[in-house]
């Protein structure tokens, strides 16, 4: 628990509202009585019951690394060639320099996603990891400077982490599961603002 305040103090949190009771009785009975696919009431709109992205972003490597890469497979493939004929001179190139844009692409593959339904729920996926929106009590932006200190000391053993390390910002999620351990999700985000944002169920006046 202390290190869970710890890491707490060091962001700004933003509560996620969540409908009251009264809300969801509501909710509940006007679904009740409108069968999904039919005309919402008093408006004539059909009710949409996919679910639909509201945020997503792939963790690519900074852009500077392909170059980095390609340019030390070609190293690498001149040190086997050595100006050496035949062979030598075409497949240590061929072998080596699509090596590091497998690997950059394989460690860009971590894509971050928040999808919802037209009624509000919904899940956050961060890589292959999901996790549903009605669990989420509250999400905070940690900056670049305590990112180090969230990751450090303050890291609660029992949290789920998500870091890429040339990705400078976070995201806190704190959960509220009485069935699960898991204190709080960090994910490594490119755009921390916006996914706050998308991580906030909608309130019954947002959607009204």
């Keep these: 628990m202390h290190r869970r305040s710890a890491v707490l103090s060091t962001v700004t949190l933003y509560s996620v509202p969540k409908d ?3 809300d969801l009785d509501s909710t509940s009975s006007s679904d009740a009585a409108d069968p999904v696919g039919s005309p919402a009431r008093g408006n004539g709109v059909h ?3 996919e ?5 997503s972003e792939k963790l690519w490597v900074p852009l500077w690394w392909w170059p980095a890469g390609l340019a030390i497979g070609a190293l690498l493939a001149a040190e086997v060639h050595m100006g050496a004929p035949g062979i030598r001179a075409w497949l ?3 072998l080596l320099l699509p090596l590091p844009i497998w690997a950059l692409y394989w460690l860009s593959r971590m894509r971050v996603e928040v999808v919802r339904n037209a009624s509000g729920e919904g899940e956050l996926r961060a890589g292959q990891a999901h996790l549903p929106l009605d669990v989420i009590a509250r999400a905070a932006v940690v900056p670049r400077t305590a990112k180090s200190a969230a990751l450090g000391r303050q890291l609660d053993p029992l949290a789920f982490v998500q870091h890429r390390t040339w990705v400078k910002q976070m995201v806190l999620i704190v959960l509220d599961d009485p069935d699960d351990p898991t204190p709080y999700w960090l994910v490594s985000s490119t755009r921390p603002e916006e996914l706050v944002a998308a991580l906030a169920r909608p309130t019954p006046e947002d959607r009204a």
């Design 20 to 22: 009251s009771p009264r």
């Design 47 to 49: 009710v949409p019951t």
């Design 51 to 55: 679910d639909a992205t509201v945020h």
């Design 92 to 94: 240590p190139y061929l």
